[in-house]
């Protein structure tokens, strides 16, 4: 039976009336309306086509019809309980280890990225034996509650810090504590870890897990300097903590170089857990926590079953392994590294022209552009982006989105068969954005003057 299609006006309205308006939509003020996608684009309901460069969840592209195809054939076939013996999970679990270091080697799925991270603090509470944790500045973890305690993001603007919780600075050259005329900060800002674990002992507290995402991406889109994970995790270790890699953002080869973003710190470091999620099932509700032989071991030690319905079933895992297909036989790894560095260089070149441009940065197609009103003292240009982001919509049809503490980042995480001629659309998109508007300004200042 067709599904009957509303007009956008009485979707809206069934919206508002219907769905906790917390739930908030891209664009409040005049939402778009999806109703069909196809790779790195959108179409709403009049047919326009609007260039996506926000999904990161739908990694391999959107409706890629080897994953649906995978869908369709398993959901056909069969999906149960995973307490039933199937080959999916176990193949899809061995496909998912030979991507990471040996000792992470041990899996356990569940649906979606807050899931994975609420197992992952279990785990290392589990196996520790302690109860606190250490987090970086204007973290975003999910949406439980154990979750939301563990996130600075959401915290401070709902019950406050846990006594259990501390907050180390965010390592963020370009604004932080330590910034790229530092020598060396990545030990300078793994220093602030170490400080803050010997004020916990000084408390009588002990730390469980250092929780990071290995690329933060509320915090504004963060590349985490050379060797501040490694020296973390010694610090950690030696606390008889253990150290959480959060890849639900930067997981499956968006980095390019690498298939996982912690992996960008060097072959000395691996984590004791990692957790992954967004871009597992190109939008399907798949997850998962890896971690060490020895970490399981003491989960499975405490005598209580740990039992997911959903998680690692054979659909779920069907999509996985069709996802990990693609994304090697298209080189979507390579695709990023290569159009990649060329949106990034032509951002760059952009900030030559604009100086409400002040840091470009990223790596692969993970990639932040910074915009300020004075670079000097760096102020952030909240306005200016958000006009930005609205005019990129109305008059270029691209969907972009801002993060970061103060809202002025332009962020770029699209699906991973993003083109060469996509990131050109974009940055010439914004130059004429920002030279109109600075045209615009330089009248009204002169208008004034007058």
Not at 84 to 97: K, T
Not at 192 to 208: M, P
Request: aromatic share 8%; with cysteine.
């Amino acid at each position: 039976m067709e599904v009957e299609k509303l007009r956008k006006e009485e979707t809206l309205a069934m919206r508002k009336r219907l769905i906790g308006q917390s739930c908030r939509l891209f664009y409040s003020s005049d939402p778009v309306k999806i109703v069909r996608a196809r790779g790195q684009y959108l179409f709403d309901e009049n047919g326009m086509q609007y260039l996506d460069c926000i999904s990161n969840v739908h990694h391999v592209g959107h409706c890629h019809p080897s994953i649906t195809k995978a869908a369709a054939a398993q959901m056909d076939l069969l999906n149960t309980n995973t307490r039933f013996l199937h080959d999916n999970i176990v193949m899809y679990a061995d496909r998912l280890a030979a991507t990471l270091p040996d000792k992470l080697c041990v899996f356990y799925f569940v649906n979606s990225g807050s899931e994975a991270n609420d197992l992952a603090l279990r785990l290392a509470q589990q196996y520790t034996q302690h109860e606190d944790v250490i987090v970086l500045d204007h973290a975003y973890h999910g949406h439980l509650m154990s979750l939301i305690d563990i996130s600075p993001y959401k915290f401070r603007k709902l019950a406050g810090q846990k006594e259990w919780v501390h907050v180390a600075p965010l390592p963020d050259i370009y604004r932080g504590i330590y910034k790229e005329n530092n020598p060396d900060p990545g030990k300078a800002y793994a220093d602030t870890v170490k400080d803050l674990i010997e004020e916990v002992h000084r408390k009588g507290r002990k730390i469980s897990a250092f929780f990071a995402e290995s690329l933060p991406s509320v915090g504004g889109q963060i590349i985490l300097p050379q060797g501040y994970s490694a020296k973390v995790a010694e610090y950690v270790h030696a606390a008889g903590g253990v150290f959480v890699a959060d890849e639900v953002q930067t997981g499956f080869g968006r980095v390019g170089s690498h298939f996982w973003a912690f992996q960008l710190q060097g072959e000395d470091f691996c984590p004791d857990i990692v957790t992954m999620g967004k871009p597992m099932g190109n939008g399907h509700p798949l997850a998962c926590v890896a971690t060490t032989a020895e970490i399981a071991g003491a989960f499975t030690a405490n005598g209580v079953e740990y039992f997911n319905t959903f998680g690692g079933n054979p659909v779920s895992c069907a999509i996985g392994l069709a996802v990990l297909d693609v994304i090697e036989k298209e080189d979507l790894r390579g695709n990023a590294v290569r159009v990649g560095a060329h949106l990034k260089g032509l951002s760059t070149e952009l900030q030559s022209r604009h100086d409400i441009i002040g840091d470009v940065r990223g790596v692969g197609l993970f990639v932040g552009i910074e915009l300020v009103t004075n670079r000097e003292e760096r102020t952030p240009a909240t306005k200016t982006a958000a006009y930005v982001v609205k005019r990129l919509k109305e008059e270029y049809r691209i969907c972009v989105s801002t993060d970061g503490p103060w809202d002025n980042i332009l962020k770029f995480k699209p699906p991973m068969c993003f083109r060469m001629k996509d990131a050109e659309h974009v940055v010439q998109s914004i130059d004429h954005i920002l030279t109109a508007r600075l045209t615009w300004t330089m009248k009204i200042t002169q208008l004034i003057r007058h």
